[in-house]
């Protein structure tokens, strides 16, 4: 059963607009979530996180938001940069548990 | 400052072989997990230590594979007798005992032919 779905496996979006990446998950034991980035050839990348106590978090082009009654978070970026293409996964953490639970990925492509 | 390592970045081995992975993770992190990568799906959890004890294994960990962190320090992941669907990307993080952030090495492309 995939508790961490990100239904989107791609996104291509120009240079200086917004990029929203979207993730649904199933368990509601989760209490942290987490996105990160991957490039190729390389690990996972810590982008930002946010606690269930919270609904927003903000750093730099980076927001997360967290609707917990819909069980769904998305990843805003603004604006976009070509750097930032790249996979990202969003992943969850149970309360008092230590594993992470990811999803599929979203490739995001960002068009100069 | 250094990040997580892990030694080999590739490894390219015959089914029934036997290889070890090593990951060193970031020097005051207490906590180090192993995560299995396979294509176009996100990393599954495999185990995870504090210190030298081994606290959670996943049901993916079956009996070929077995993970040590002798000292606290750096660890191994070992697959005994490897078939082709250990074909993957070995990834490894560390966190603070009561951090909430994994911070990943870049991994161990494993490929059994």
């Known amino acids: 059963d995939q508790q961490v779905k990100q239904n989107s496996p791609s996104l291509s979006v120009q240079e200086g607009r917004i990029s929203i990446l979207n993730c649904d998950y199933t368990n509601s034991m989760f209490d942290y979530f987490l996105w990160y980035k991957k490039y190729p050839a390389e690990g996972p990348t810590f982008l930002i996180s946010i606690s269930s106590i919270k609904d927003k978090n903000e750093d730099g082009r980076f927001t997360v938001f967290l609707n917990k009654s819909a069980k769904h978070l998305s990843l805003h970026i603004v604006p976009s940069q070509p750097g930032d293409s790249a996979v990202y996964f969003c992943a969850a953490r149970e309360t008092s548990g230590s594993r992470l639970t990811f999803g599929e990925g979203t490739q995001l492509t960002v068009n100069p | 400052d250094t990040g997580v390592s892990q030694d080999p970045r590739h490894k390219i081995t015959k089914r029934g072989q036997n290889v070890t992975f090593r990951c060193d993770p970031i020097?005051?992190?207490?906590?180090l997990y192993w995560y299995r990568q396979t294509l176009g799906q996100g990393p599954e959890f495999l185990t995870y230590?504090?210190?030298?004890?081994?606290?959670?294994k996943s049901r993916l960990l079956s009996d070929r594979f077995s993970a040590e962190r002798p000292k606290g320090s750096f660890s191994t992941l070992e697959i005994q007798r490897t078939e082709q669907g250990d074909s993957a990307m070995y990834l490894c993080a560390s966190s603070l005992a009561y951090g909430n952030e994994q911070y990943f090495g870049p991994g161990t492309r494993l490929t059994v032919t």
């Open positions: 020097s005051e992190h207490n906590r």
């Open positions: 230590f504090q210190n030298e004890a081994q606290l959670e």
